[in-house]
C-alpha cells in the first residue's frame, strides 16, 4: 500500500508494521456504538445545556445590567466555549449539513461589521457572510472588547445604542441555540442509527469519514487554527490577532488545552463525563498490534499528546507568549510538540487501518 504523505510528515525511514499472526477482525460497528452513545450524543447534550444557561444568563444581564451579571454572562460564555471544543470535531451528518462549525467559530471576528450592525440595526444572520460577525468570537467581542473598561462596556449596554447591542447578543444567541438543537435533535431522531449502521470498511462508511474528519480538525483547526497561524508558522509574520477569544486573552490556552483533552479522549474511547472507555481508535490499533519503531503505536500517540500538552499548559496566555516575545520561542517549541501527533494520526493510524485521507492538507491556510 503506498500511502500519500502532506507537507506536514517528517522525512525518515521510519516504518509502521502491523504484525499479523491470523486474520485480524475488529469490530467497527461496536466502536460506532460508543462513539454515538456515550461520546458524541452526551457531547452534544451537554453543549445544548450550555448554549442555555449562556442565554439565560443574558436574559438576566438584559433585564439588570450591572457588573455582577454581566460577569456572570461571562462566565456562562466561557463554561458554554469550553463545551464546544468537546463537539467541534464531529462535523458529520447533521453538523456539516448546516455547516455547525463555520457559524460558531470563525475568528478573528469582524468587529468592523459588528459594529456597522449595531449602528444600523441592520442585519441577516443566515448569510454566509455574516459568518465572520456572529457566533462565540462575535460574544467575546460584544462581551469583553467593545470598550477598554468594565465600566465602559456597561455604558455602553445601557448608553444610546444599548438597545440595538442587546438585540445583536439575542439574535446571535438564538441563531447559536437553534442551530444546536438541530444537529442535536437530527442525531436523536435518525442521524444516530444510519451512523452506527454504516459501519463498513469504506471511504463512504461511518469510521472512514469521521476519522478523516477528526484528523482533518485536529490538523487545521486545533494545530493550525488555534496556534499554527497565530504565531505566523504559515505566514512568517505573527498574527496576535488571530488567537482565539482575543478579547479575552487569558482564555485562548484553555480553550486549546480543552480541544487538545476532547480529541485525545476520543482516541481512546472515554466516555464524556466519565472514566469508562469503550472500543476506540487507540483499542483498534491495539488490535492490529501496530508497532512504530519497536514501539506501540497507540501508546505513542498518546505520549505525544501528553508531551503537547504539558508544554503548552507551561505558557503564558497564547496573546501574550506573540505579543511579548520576538520570536515567541516557547510557543513554538510547544507548537513543535503539537505538530509531532499529525503525522503519527494522519500517516501512520490510517495506514494501519487501512483508511485512505480524503482531504487536502491545511498547510496554505
Given at each position: 500500500?503506498?500511502?500519500?504523505?502532506?507537507?506536514?510528515?517528517?522525512?525518515?525511514?521510519?516504518?509502521?508494521?502491523?504484525?499479523?499472526?491470523?486474520?485480524?477482525?475488529?469490530?467497527?460497528?461496536?466502536?460506532?456504538?460508543?462513539?454515538?452513545?456515550?461520546?458524541?450524543?452526551?457531547?452534544?447534550?451537554?453543549?445544548?445545556?450550555?448554549?442555555?444557561?449562556?442565554?439565560?444568563?443574558?436574559d438576566q444581564f438584559?433585564?439588570?445590567?450591572?457588573?455582577?451579571?454581566?460577569?456572570?454572562?461571562?462566565?456562562?460564555?466561557?463554561?458554554?466555549?469550553?463545551?464546544w471544543q468537546r463537539v467541534s470535531m464531529f462535523e458529520?451528518?447533521?453538523?456539516?449539513?448546516?455547516?455547525?462549525?463555520?457559524?460558531?467559530?470563525?475568528?478573528p471576528t469582524n468587529t468592523s461589521k459588528i459594529d456597522e450592525w449595531i449602528a444600523t440595526g441592520t442585519y441577516d444572520l443566515s448569510l454566509s457572510s455574516s459568518r465572520e460577525g456572529k457566533g462565540f468570537p462575535a460574544l467575546d467581542y460584544l462581551f469583553n472588547g467593545l470598550a477598554d473598561t468594565d465600566i465602559a462596556i456597561l455604558d455602553m449596554y445601557t448608553g444610546v445604542g444599548g438597545d440595538n447591542i442587546v438585540l445583536l447578543v439575542n439574535d446571535i444567541l438564538t441563531d447559536m441555540s437553534t442551530m444546536t438543537q438541530t444537529?442535536?435533535?437530527?442525531?436523536?431522531?435518525?442521524?444516530?442509527?444510519?451512523f452506527v449502521a454504516n459501519d463498513g470498511a469504506s471511504s463512504t462508511a461511518?469510521?472512514?469519514?469521521?476519522?478523516?474528519?477528526?484528523?482533518?480538525?485536529?490538523?487545521?483547526?486545533?494545530?493550525?487554527?488555534?496556534?499554527?497561524?497565530?504565531?505566523?508558522?504559515?505566514?512568517?509574520?505573527?498574527?496576535a490577532r488571530n488567537v482565539e477569544a482575543y478579547f479575552n486573552p487569558e482564555v485562548s490556552n484553555t480553550l486549546f488545552l480543552e480541544g487538545l483533552d476532547a480529541v485525545q479522549d476520543f482516541f481512546n474511547g472515554r466516555h464524556f463525563n466519565g472514566g469508562s472507555e469503550g472500543e476506540s481508535l487507540?483499542?483498534?490499533?491495539?488490535?492490529?498490534?501496530?508497532?512504530?519503531?519497536?514501539?506501540?503505536?497507540?501508546?505513542?500517540?498518546?505520549?505525544?499528546?501528553?508531551?503537547?500538552?504539558?508544554?503548552?499548559?507551561?505558557?503564558?496566555?497564547?496573546?501574550?507568549?506573540?505579543?511579548?516575545?520576538?520570536?515567541?520561542?516557547?510557543?513554538?517549541?510547544a507548537y513543535d510538540e503539537v505538530q509531532k501527533v499529525v503525522p503519527l494520526l494522519k500517516v501512520d493510524m490510517v495506514s494501519a487501518m487501512s483508511i485512505s485521507i480524503d482531504f487536502v492538507d491545511a498547510d496554505g491556510d
Amino acid at each position: 500500500m503506498i500511502v500519500g504523505c502532506s507537507s506536514d510528515t517528517i522525512e525518515n525511514d521510519e516504518e509502521i508494521t502491523t504484525p499479523i499472526t491470523g486474520e485480524v477482525t475488529f469490530n467497527r460497528g461496536a466502536m460506532l456504538v460508543n462513539w454515538a452513545d456515550n461520546i458524541i450524543l452526551p457531547s452534544y447534550e451537554t453543549f445544548a445545556t450550555a448554549m442555555g444557561s449562556l442565554k439565560s444568563s443574558f436574559d438576566q444581564f438584559q433585564d439588570v445590567r450591572t457588573q455582577e451579571n454581566l460577569t456572570m454572562l461571562r462566565f456562562k460564555w466561557l463554561d458554554a466555549y469550553k463545551m464546544w471544543q468537546r463537539v467541534s470535531m464531529f462535523e458529520i451528518g447533521p453538523a456539516e449539513t448546516i455547516g455547525f462549525r463555520l457559524n460558531m467559530n470563525i475568528y478573528p471576528t469582524n468587529t468592523s461589521k459588528i459594529d456597522e450592525w449595531i449602528a444600523t440595526g441592520t442585519y441577516d444572520l443566515s448569510l454566509s457572510s455574516s459568518r465572520e460577525g456572529k457566533g462565540f468570537p462575535a460574544l467575546d467581542y460584544l462581551f469583553n472588547g467593545l470598550a477598554d473598561t468594565d465600566i465602559a462596556i456597561l455604558d455602553m449596554y445601557t448608553g444610546v445604542g444599548g438597545d440595538n447591542i442587546v438585540l445583536l447578543v439575542n439574535d446571535i444567541l438564538t441563531d447559536m441555540s437553534t442551530m444546536t438543537q438541530t444537529v442535536l435533535q437530527e442525531w436523536k431522531s435518525g442521524y444516530r442509527d444510519v451512523f452506527v449502521a454504516n459501519d463498513g470498511a469504506s471511504s463512504t462508511a461511518s469510521v472512514d469519514r469521521l476519522v478523516n474528519d477528526y484528523i482533518f480538525y485536529y490538523e487545521k483547526f486545533l494545530r493550525a487554527g488555534k496556534m499554527g497561524i497565530p504565531l505566523g508558522v504559515f505566514s512568517g509574520n505573527t498574527l496576535a490577532r488571530n488567537v482565539e477569544a482575543y478579547f479575552n486573552p487569558e482564555v485562548s490556552n484553555t480553550l486549546f488545552l480543552e480541544g487538545l483533552d476532547a480529541v485525545q479522549d476520543f482516541f481512546n474511547g472515554r466516555h464524556f463525563n466519565g472514566g469508562s472507555e469503550g472500543e476506540s481508535l487507540s483499542s483498534y490499533l491495539d488490535k492490529l498490534n501496530s508497532i512504530k519503531q519497536g514501539d506501540d503505536l497507540s501508546a505513542m500517540i498518546n505520549a505525544q499528546l501528553n508531551k503537547a500538552r504539558e508544554l503548552v499548559t507551561s505558557l503564558q496566555s497564547f496573546r501574550n507568549e506573540i505579543e511579548d516575545n520576538n520570536p515567541p520561542t516557547d510557543m513554538l517549541l510547544a507548537y513543535d510538540e503539537v505538530q509531532k501527533v499529525v503525522p503519527l494520526l494522519k500517516v501512520d493510524m490510517v495506514s494501519a487501518m487501512s483508511i485512505s485521507i480524503d482531504f487536502v492538507d491545511a498547510d496554505g491556510d
